[in-house]
């Protein structure tokens, strides 16, 4: 198993800037995809972006081109650079962490675009 923990999520205008952290501790040799989901109210929990051991990458398609995901050489942090926020943007971002074992996640971190 591992622990995640989410940090920098807020409240930022669109047009502007977040950049969420995922800190992970635990059995985090034997991850092999990381990413991030987001789930607004009402809705279900959808893949934001993905980055798959081997170097493959998946956004969703209303990301693409304005957010990046991203790891520390350690791979026990990934990031998520999002900008050009919109306020369909706007979501509960969970971090994370898939293996053969298990499927965990982060606590969540609230973003939430003004108009």
């Known amino acids: 198993q591992v622990q995640l923990v989410e940090s920098g999520g807020g409240l930022v205008q669109a047009g502007g800037s977040l950049r969420l952290s995922c800190a992970a501790s635990?059995?985090?040799?034997?991850?092999?995809?990381m990413g991030w989901y987001r789930q607004a109210p009402g809705k279900q929990r959808d893949l934001v972006a993905r980055l798959i051991t081997g170097g493959n990458i998946d956004y969703a398609d209303a990301v693409r081109g304005r957010f990046a995901i991203s790891t520390n050489k350690a791979r026990n942090r990934w990031y998520l650079q999002m900008n050009n926020l919109e306020p369909e943007d706007t979501a509960v971002y969970y971090c994370?962490?898939?293996?053969?074992?298990?499927?965990?996640w982060g606590q969540g971190t609230q973003v939430t675009v003004s108009s």
């Open positions: 635990g059995s985090i040799g034997s991850i092999r995809a």
């Open positions: 994370n962490a898939v293996s053969t074992a298990y499927n965990n």
